[in-house]
Nanobody, 112 residues
């Protein structure tokens, strides 16, 4: 059974940082491509960052230079380090598997 559990969200001031975690189970994590998506109120879900099984990463233009995706295969966990957060980063963040399995997400709110 595939399970994805996102955590690490919260309320942060503009310019602050957060580190999100996504613990996966029920998949062959070490060879799986993983990604972070986000959905803000009234907006479409968008891809934020992705990391291939081999470690190659790519990012949405809006987060390049501010966010960093990484993975720890031994813990079957993918991370999203978010720096210089801005109000427009406010959203629920998800780490789906193959676009078919979604966790509950973790809320990130950037506000003063």
């Amino acid at each position: 059974q595939v399970q994805l559990v996102e955590s690490g969200g919260g309320l942060v001031q503009p310019g602050g940082s957060l580190r999100l975690s996504c613990a996966a189970s029920g998949i062959i994590f070490s060879i799986s491509n993983m990604a972070w998506y986000r959905q803000a109120p009234g907006k479409q879900r968008e891809l934020v960052a992705a990391i291939l099984g081999g470690g190659t990463t790519n990012y949405a233009n809006s987060v390049k230079g501010r966010f960093a995706i990484s993975r720890e295969n031994a813990k079957e966990t993918v991370y999203l380090q978010m720096n210089s957060l801005q109000p427009e980063d406010t959203a629920v963040y998800y780490c789906p598997y193959r676009g078919a399995y979604w966790g509950q997400g973790t809320q990130v709110t950037v506000s003063s």
